[in-house]
């Protein structure tokens, strides 16, 4: 059985009022909440460690080291990577991104391609814009359908040998989509491109397995996931890793600095120039044990009954329209629209409701290009809401259309 209460207890900000009605958080899309567990380590992090890692020799920064290595490995074991240097501790997957699109640019000329999907967060359009322009190569998109997915059909003509990298993500932001990312990594492998998945809203819904699905890189923001702001990592294989550019210079990330000369450090400080975020990597681990002991099977059958739950009551709404596949080829996101009223009235009065929706494009403009709106009014879903919170937003969402209409 989901104890759902007992779960909801590990959360402090969800027993909050606001405006003077209780909480009703449905925004974790773009951000979740943190359980007291991980709030915890990060004080007592603070309390009783702090200390910069990899450098000193004395007690308080072995400890840092360690407990941020064993983050590491946590990080390993969960995606089933082979080997922990090849986790790469970012602040998230906007970092990540950046991180592969950068280390590519010496790899990359005018003949090549690079391909991404219609349903890319701007974060997976923009940082493959720029690595477009400064190598010369071109910028393909794989197209969408009106249901919300991709469109395959076409993938043979616009995956060809010319086709280095391929960017898509696992579970689209804006829409909740699914994507079949094990077919396209089969198909550009076939190829010989790279690709990269965007896992930032799969991560937090199932346990992602690096090396089934034979991907060459998964990006995960630790925010999404329950851990803190400004964490996350990247997976990549070893080899592209040892190919790539490293992104930033500084600390940590050179084995021998002359004026004339550097040799980078082994993986994975190749990419971590600097001082990272150690209470924010060492939260990430806490988070994704919290995580892994309620069990992400559990998580994925609560989320999908919540989405179930979700998508019966409101597509019953006179009016409504909720974009996106059906509820088998998604995750607990519903994105809506009520005919005749603004996503950002309705998201408007719903906060003085109490309750927390995302409206607008979602950071993902071109698939409201391609619906013709100006956005959505998005309720996304985690293993803490419960069905007594979507009929509160059923019946704030009852109660805002009769002022609005
Ligand atoms: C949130 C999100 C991003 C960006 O993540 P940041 O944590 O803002 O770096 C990228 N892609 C998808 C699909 C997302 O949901």
Not at 122 to 135: C, D, G, K, M, Y
Not at 210 to 219: E, G
Request: glycine share 8%; aromatic share 8%.
């Amino acid at each position: 059985m989901f104890n759902v209460q007992a779960i909801r207890a590990d959360f402090p900000i969800l027993t909050q009022t606001v405006k003077g009605k209780n909480l009703v958080y449905f925004d974790n899309a773009a951000t979740s909440q943190k359980p007291k567990q991980v709030i915890e380590a990060i004080a007592n992090y603070y309390e009783t460690i702090n200390a910069n890692i990899h450098r000193g020799v004395h007690y308080l920064s072995q400890i840092s080291t360690d407990r941020y290595e064993a983050a590491r490995e946590t990080i390993r074991k969960h995606v089933n990577a082979q080997h922990a240097f090849e986790i790469i501790f970012t602040s998230g997957t906007t970092h990540g991104i950046n991180l592969v699109a950068s280390g590519f640019e010496p790899l990359l000329n005018e003949n090549d391609e690079i391909l991404i999907g219609a349903l890319e967060h701007h974060s997976n359009i923009v940082p493959w814009q720029f690595l477009a322009e400064r190598t010369g190569a071109k910028l393909r998109v794989i197209p969408m359908l009106e249901n919300g997915t991709l469109d395959l059909s076409s993938l043979s003509e616009i995956l060809t040998e010319k086709t280095k990298v391929v960017a898509v993500n696992h579970i689209s932001n804006a829409l909740g989509t699914i994507n079949p990312i094990r077919e396209i990594i089969a198909a550009a492998h076939a190829v010989g491109a790279a690709v990269l998945i965007d896992g930032a809203q799969a991560a937090p819904h199932l346990q992602p397995d690096v090396q089934a699905l034979d991907c060459d890189f998964y990006t995960v923001s630790g925010h999404k996931i329950c851990a803190p702001t400004g964490s996350g990592f990247l997976y990549g294989k070893e080899s592209w890793l040892n190919k790539m550019r490293p992104y930033q210079g500084g600390g940590e990330m050179i084995k021998e600095v002359t004026f004339e000369k550097t040799t980078y450090a082994d993986l994975p400080h190749k990419f971590e120039a600097g001082t990272p975020n150690i209470e924010g990597g060492i939260g990430l681990g806490v988070a994704l044990d919290y995580l892994n002991n309620i069990g992400f099977d559990k998580i994925a059958a609560q989320e999908q009954s919540l989405l179930e739950y979700a998508t019966a009551k409101i597509s019953a709404i006179d009016g409504a329209r909720i974009y996106g596949p059906d509820t088998s080829h998604k995750t607990s996101v519903v994105s809506f629209n009520i005919e005749g009223v603004h996503p950002y009235d309705l998201g408007a009065l719903l906060d003085k409701m109490g309750i927390a929706v995302r409206t607008g494009h979602h950071c993902a403009q071109p698939i409201m290009n391609f619906f013709d709106i100006p956005g959505t009014v998005r309720a996304s879903m985690m293993f803490y809401n419960t069905f007594e919170e979507i009929d509160a937003l059923v019946n704030g969402i009852e109660k805002a259309k009769q002022m609005l209409l």
